[in-house]
């Protein structure tokens, strides 16, 4: 066996149904008097609900998270968490709310009760993301890291059918990306896999029936599993090129992820073919080979859109795309190579299977 170092995340995890109950009194095992409570502008109605919830514990409600954390963004919100007092942050959304709450947490230490309503995942880790003239910067850092995460499924269910799959397939992006991680460990591995076969059998029951409990549950489990796989090792290829996506094109970050994770995978599937065997394996194939072309088929089986010309990607995106991300690569088990990245994402763009 290969020498290895595994170092676990030490956050509070209350996973159940209705367990949003829960909020208070883990904003009190915290010490916390004073919650700001962090939203989107379409979630500002769940916020207020929320600090209901808290009563004299909120401190308000801010709604102006945004995709990809702009910096000017996270510097107003870290103004409006001064001037109220906060000593805590309740960021409940997805990844953009909960970067939102990083972005205070990096400047202010103020600690951080994240309750998801995506399967994005960044709850469960110390990367944070800055988005400044079109580039966007990933750092990590202990103290952006959640103190303490609630999952209650309830939650997803208001979240769109499309909108839950294409998170889901973001948060199988992690997973897959963690089997092949530089610094990969047996723990993570065994995490990896049970979520992306979790995520796999649960993703179809909610695009087929929104409302059913049982799919919900399995889909969150499954992604707060690829949470601490994103967390615990780096990422490669497939993150590099969604954070360009994202930072330089502004792209809607789930989307991107799903479309792009197949092509990511296939590229990798030589240099990478123990690893991806057994995400061949979760996804009811049997070779590395077949990884591609599996999460090709289950974006179609799910309705995910599967171009990127669909969701804003410009025709001269590709090119400057992987030049983008072969001047600052990732560690990826296959170097980076400009004119492969570039057909990748043509393909991508013109939303054909993998190569």
Not at 42 to 55: C, F, R
Not at 268 to 296: C, D, I, K, T
Request: negative net charge; proline residues 7%.
């Amino acid at each position: 066996m290969n020498p290895f170092i595994y170092q676990s995340l030490p956050t509070r995890v209350v996973f159940g149904w209705g367990k949003l109950s829960a909020l208070a009194e883990e904003i009190e095992r915290l010490g916390a008097r004073r919650a700001l409570i962090l939203t989107t502008p379409e979630q500002q109605g769940l916020g207020e609900q929320v600090a209901e919830l808290l009563g004299d514990r909120a401190a308000g409600v801010y709604p102006k998270a945004v995709m990809h954390v702009p910096l000017e963004v996270a510097q107003a919100a870290r103004v409006e968490a001064a001037r109220l007092d906060a000593d805590c942050c309740v960021a409940i959304g997805g990844g953009s709310t909960i970067g939102l709450g990083k972005a205070i947490a990096m400047d202010s230490g103020l600690p951080i009760v994240a309750v998801p309503t995506t399967y994005a995942g960044s709850e469960m880790t110390p990367i944070y993301g800055l988005t400044e003239n079109r580039l966007k910067k990933t750092g990590r850092d202990p103290k952006v890291l959640p103190k303490t995460v609630i999952y209650d499924p309830q939650l997803t269910l208001t979240l769109p059918s499309q909108i839950s799959a294409c998170s889901g397939m973001n948060a199988m992006a992690h997973a897959v990306e963690a089997l092949y991680a530089q610094d990969a460990n047996p723990i993570i591995g065994f995490m990896a896999e049970e979520s992306i076969r979790s995520l796999a059998q649960a993703l179809p029951g909610v695009v087929k029936n929104p409302d059913d409990q049982e799919a919900r549950s399995q889909a969150l489990y499954g992604a707060w599993l690829a949470g601490i796989c994103l967390g615990s090792v780096g990422m490669a290829l497939h993150h590099k090129l969604c954070h360009t996506l994202g930072g330089t094109f502004n792209l809607p970050h789930a989307q991107a992820h799903a479309i792009v994770l197949p092509h990511a995978a296939h590229y990798n599937r030589e240099a990478a073919a123990g690893p991806l065997q057994r995400a061949a394996r979760a996804l009811g194939g049997s070779e590395a080979s077949e990884v591609g072309a599996l999460l090709y088929a289950l974006n179609q089986k799910l309705g995910i859109p599967l171009a990127l010309s669909d969701i804003g990607f410009p025709e001269n995106g590709p090119a400057e795309a992987a030049h983008i991300a072969c001047a600052s690569p990732y560690y990826n088990p296959r170097p980076f190579e400009q004119g492969p990245i570039e057909a990748l994402l043509n393909r991508a763009y013109k939303g054909l299977a993998p190569a």
